[in-house]
Nanobody, 119 residues
Framework: QVQLVESGGGLVQAGTSLRLSCRDSGRTTSFIRMGWFRQAPGKEREFVGG????????WYADSVKGRFTISRYNAKNTVYLQMNSLNPEVTAVYYC????????????WGQGTQVTVSS
């Protein structure tokens, strides 16, 4: 069973970097893709980026291209979100999501980790 657990969030200053981690504690071995979403206060959840599990292809929302990078560590069933040049506008709860079925639409979700960027 997929069990996604995010970590790495916190309170940081603008201009700094932060790396979020998402680990599947359920030891799933057949992901199709994993991704990151975020939800800022008073806003809808939005897509940040994703990674294909087999080919490591990545894709990003335009708002984070060039500043955020997604990678994965297959042996630990972990995906990372490296966030650079942070600004207060990225303050949100960041969620990890995953699919194990091709064509599915983000079947599994973590509980989220709070990222707060102070100016």
């Amino acid at each position: 069973q997929v069990q996604l657990v995010e970590s790495g969030g916190g309170l940081v200053q603008a201009g700094t970097s932060l790396r979020l981690s998402c680990r599947d504690s359920g030891r799933t071995t057949s992901f199709i893709r994993m991704g990151w979403f975020r939800q800022a206060p008073g806003k809808e959840r939005e897509f940040v980026g994703g990674i294909g599990w087999s080919d490591r292809s990545t894709w990003y929302a335009d708002s984070v291209k060039g500043r955020f990078t997604i990678s994965r560590y297959n042996a630990k069933n972990t995906v990372y979100l490296q966030m650079n040049s942070l600004n207060p506008e990225v303050t949100a709860v960041y969620y990890c999501a995953a699919d194990v079925i091709s064509g599915a639409s983000w079947e599994y979700w973590g509980q989220g980790t709070q990222v707060t960027v102070s100016s």
